[in-house]
């Protein structure tokens, strides 16, 4: 069983950066791929991120390459999201989510635990 906590969202104006917080509970952290979801209003859930067990392999929605890092503290048994030129679009609820396998995944149904989400507010 896997608990996870996301933190780290708030109000930030278009351009700005924010990091995202996923804090996990359990021994078995990491052994788990960690991967990062958002659900825009009136938007289905989307992949963002995903990172593997040791935190050597990533990988990342089209949308989000290139501003968005996922990175992994295995001591900590903590995953970020580091978010920088946000963009309007990226106004969203987060998710973080555990993945009882080494690798990653994109698709939601692969994750077996869920946090509650923190929400990101981009202004213009």
């Known amino acids: 069983q896997v608990q996870l906590v996301e933190s780290g969202g708030g109000l930030v104006q278009a351009g700005g950066s924010l990091r995202l917080s996923c804090a996990a509970s359990?021994?078995?952290?990491?052994?788990?791929?960690m991967g990062w979801f958002r659900r825009a209003p009136g938007k289905e859930r989307e992949f963002v991120a995903a990172?593997?067990?040791?935190?050597?392999?990533?990988s990342y929605a089209d949308s989000v390459k290139g501003r968005f890092t996922i990175s992994r503290d295995n001591a900590k048994n903590t995953v970020y999201l580091q978010i920088d030129s946000l963009k309007l679009d990226d106004t969203a609820v987060y998710y973080c989510a555990a993945r009882p396998f080494l690798l990653t995944h994109s698709a939601a149904e692969e994750y077996e635990y869920w946090g509650q989400g923190t929400q990101v507010t981009v202004s213009s």
């Open positions: 359990g021994r078995t952290f990491s052994t788990y791929a």
């Open positions: 990172i593997t067990w040791s935190g050597a392999g990533t």
